[in-house]
Nanobody, 126 residues
Framework: HVQLVESGGGSVQAGGSLRLSCAAS????????MGWFRQAPGKEREGVAA????????YYADSVKGRFTISQDNAKNTLTLQMNGLSPEDTAMYYC????????????????????WGQGTQVTVS
């Protein structure tokens, strides 16, 4: 079992940056696919980015490519999402998720592929 705790959300003006962090309760590097999802009111949960260090791969939704960067700190069991160039369309609850399997360019965006979820952190861009 893995517990995930997100932090770093908040309110920012358009064009600004935020850095989200997700602390995992156990070692997840190399064997887990770690991802970030977001969900805006009235919309479906959307896969934003994922990383699978075991395969040396990262994946990004087209809507965030070039603006967001996902990374993982092995020593600290921490997943990070650096978000730059934020726009109001990025406003949502952001969730960290872990899958006990590898992920690919299609599967990283599928919520039910992930086994563990954090409680979410709100990002508001005005």
């Amino acid at each position: 079992h893995v517990q995930l705790v997100e932090s770093g959300g908040g309110s920012v003006q358009a064009g600004g940056s935020l850095r989200l962090s997700c602390a995992a309760s156990r070692y997840t590097y190399s064997t887990y696919c770690m991802g970030w999802f977001r969900q805006a009111p009235g919309k479906e949960r959307e896969g934003v980015a994922a990383i699978y260090p075991g395969g040396g791969s990262t994946y990004y939704a087209d809507s965030v490519k070039g603006r967001f960067t996902i990374s993982q700190d092995n020593a600290k069991n921490t997943l990070t999402l650096q978000m730059n160039g934020l726009s109001p369309e990025d406003t949502a609850m952001y969730y960290c998720a872990a899958a006990v399997r590898m992920c690919g360019s299609d599967s990283y965006r599928v919520p039910h592929m992930f086994d563990y979820w954090g409680q979410g952190t709100q990002v508001t861009v005005s």
